[in-house]
């Protein structure tokens, strides 16, 4: 019988880094495929729909609840985001990997849908200032946002020890190496 891909989903605080390091593993072409997450929220700069993210009205979003066309969904800091279940499915039933890039919430419902056969990878900046810098200087989020996510942040991190893996986001090139070999020595694991 054909192998099932796997799923992997990476995690982290607003600000820690998961687009700018799964924004490298695609330059540089690793093997895997990624999902595109749908959501209410505005599109930043330089964000293209499809790519970055689908983006929808609140409307068209609670429809697709309603369809059950997501693996899983949330509210993050007043608008919704979700994980379309048609692409993840159709990908690992070809037996291709597949990495999701969600919030903790997102995990616990992806960790009880699949339990092992979804690995959980969590990236955290090297410590409580440097991922407010960070964040401060994307220049993407108002003083009121933030605060939102720097107040989150600090629930996130008390999900650690339900992660399969901690990666520290300090270097990024030392980051990514670590998020490859990871998903390298995981996805020949059969669960
Ligand atoms: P997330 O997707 O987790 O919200 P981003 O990838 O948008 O985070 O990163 C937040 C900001 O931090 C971006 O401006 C990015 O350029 C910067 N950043 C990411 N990784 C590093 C790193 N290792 N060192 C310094 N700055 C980084
Ligand atoms: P941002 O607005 O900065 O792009 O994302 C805000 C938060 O939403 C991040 O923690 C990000 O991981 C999370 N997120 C993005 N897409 C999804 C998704 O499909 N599901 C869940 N649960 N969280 C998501």
Redesign the pocket.
């Known amino acids: 019988m054909k192998r099932k891909g796997r799923i992997f989903v990476l995690?982290?605080?607003?600000?820690a880094g998961?687009?700018t390091v799964l924004k490298r593993l695609k330059k540089e072409r690793f093997n895997i495929r990624y999902?595109v997450?749908?959501?209410t929220?505005r599109r930043r700069s330089g964000e293209r729909n499809g790519a970055d993210?689908i983006f929808l009205n609140r409307a068209e979003f609670e429809r697709r609840i309603r369809e059950k066309r997501?693996l899983?969904?949330?509210d993050?800091?007043g608008?919704l985001?979700?994980?379309p279940k048609g692409f993840v499915e159709e990908t690992v039933s070809k037996g291709e990997d597949i990495v999701?890039?969600?919030?903790v919430?997102?995990?616990m419902?992806v960790r009880g849908a699949y339990d092992s056969g979804a690995l959980l990878i969590f990236l955290v900046a090297p410590n409580f200032s440097l991922l407010k810098e960070r964040l401060s200087k994307r220049k993407?989020e108002d003083k009121r946002s933030l605060a939102k996510?720097l107040k989150v942040a600090k629930k996130e991190l008390t999900y650690l020890n339900k992660y399969d893996y901690v990666i520290v986001n300090d270097s990024l090139v030392k980051a990514v190496s670590a998020l490859k070999s990871i998903l390298t020595a995981e996805r020949h694991k059969v669960k």
């Open positions: 995690s982290s605080p607003s600000g998961k687009t999902s997450s749908a959501t929220r993210y997501f899983e969904w949330t993050n800091f608008n985001y979700g994980t999701l890039s969600i919030d919430k997102g995990a419902q993407t996510r």
